[in-house]
């Protein structure tokens, strides 16, 4: 999507349980997190405050916007989302507007979650930043997010491959108040990826009992090279009129994923 929506989007029904290799402890802070969100009332009985942004940083493909979506699901929340990228505009005042319409559009619609992917074209470190334009797009994510009570009932979560590049403004509590880094999955979280991913597809008995072997062997992929791995494989069963997937095709897939990899590493360095 390049702008922010000026309707939510309709929420595919993803839960916790549909995102595979989150530490524990990380799940248990974000379901923590999100009753505090889900009971403002109590929290304020209990002189806890409610945390207003969240930013997930991490890898591409690891489940960021999974979790997002998650966590909107979670909260019965409205979704409104929008790429970092879409503020970025040269034309006077366009970023600093569309900033402001998804706050005034998710305000109309709460309980809201606004979901920023790639946050740090938008709320990158100012010195580095892309002059006057985009210092003025960023100052007025800020005003929003400040917006007091006409934020209450809005969470806003951000998602980056590159923390280190956020500006400090930008990470200050009560802006960001919690940040959850969303790890590559090591080989008991690719096996979880797997079997969600594998879930309903017809496999063949030898692919079910090399999937063990085949959470070992893909040290070093995120959730979303295994998903496009039995995507791959499925398509190519299908394409050679196959209803099992069989050892050929997941062979034949996970060379095309590793060849994908490194020639975005070699092109991407
Ligand atoms: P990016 O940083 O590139 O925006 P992301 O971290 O937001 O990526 P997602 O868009 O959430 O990644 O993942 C893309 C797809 O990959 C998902 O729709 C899902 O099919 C699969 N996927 C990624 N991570 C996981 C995971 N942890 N568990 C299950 N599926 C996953």
Redesign the pocket.
């Known amino acids: 999507m390049k702008h922010g929506t000026a309707k939510p989007m309709p929420l595919p029904s993803i839960t916790l349980k549909?995102?595979?290799?989150?530490p524990e402890e990380m799940k248990d802070e974000i379901l923590q997190t999100l009753e505090i969100v889900k009971e403002p009332e109590r929290s304020k009985r209990l002189g806890i405050k409610a945390p207003k942004g969240i930013l997930?940083y991490?890898?591409?493909?690891?489940?960021?916007?999974?979790?997002a979506q998650a966590m909107a699901h979670e909260l019965g929340a409205s979704f409104f989302t929008a790429s970092g990228s879409a503020f970025t505009e040269l034309f006077v005042g366009v970023g600093a507007s569309r900033i402001r319409g998804l706050f005034e559009n998710a305000r109309k619609s709460t309980p809201a979650v606004i979901f920023i992917?790639?946050v740090d074209a938008l709320a990158g470190k100012r010195k580095q930043h892309g002059g006057e334009e985009a210092e003025k797009t960023l100052t007025e994510l800020l005003v929003q997010l400040d917006g007091g009570h006409a934020n209450e009932g809005i969470l806003f979560i951000a998602?980056?491959?590159r923390k280190d590049m956020l500006d400090d403004a930008f990470l200050r509590p009560g802006r960001i108040d919690f940040s959850f880094h969303?790890p590559l999955?090591d080989m008991k979280?690719r096996k979880?990826?797997i079997d969600?991913?594998t879930k309903g597809k017809q496999l063949s008995e030898e692919v079910v009992a090399s999937l063990d072997l085949l959470a070992d062997s893909t040290s070093g992929f995120?959730?979303?090279e295994?998903?496009?791995l039995f995507e791959s494989a499925s398509r190519r069963a299908v394409r050679e009129g196959r209803e099992l997937v069989g050892m050929a095709d997941l062979d034949y897939a996970l060379d095309r994923t590793i060849l994908g990899s490194t020639s975005r590493a070699l092109n991407d360095p």
Request: proline share 9%.
């Open positions: 549909d995102i595979g290799g989150l997930l991490g890898p591409p493909g690891t489940g960021k916007t999974l979790l992917d790639e998602a980056t491959n969303v999955p979280g979880e990826i969600i991913h995120s959730g979303a295994i998903s496009s």
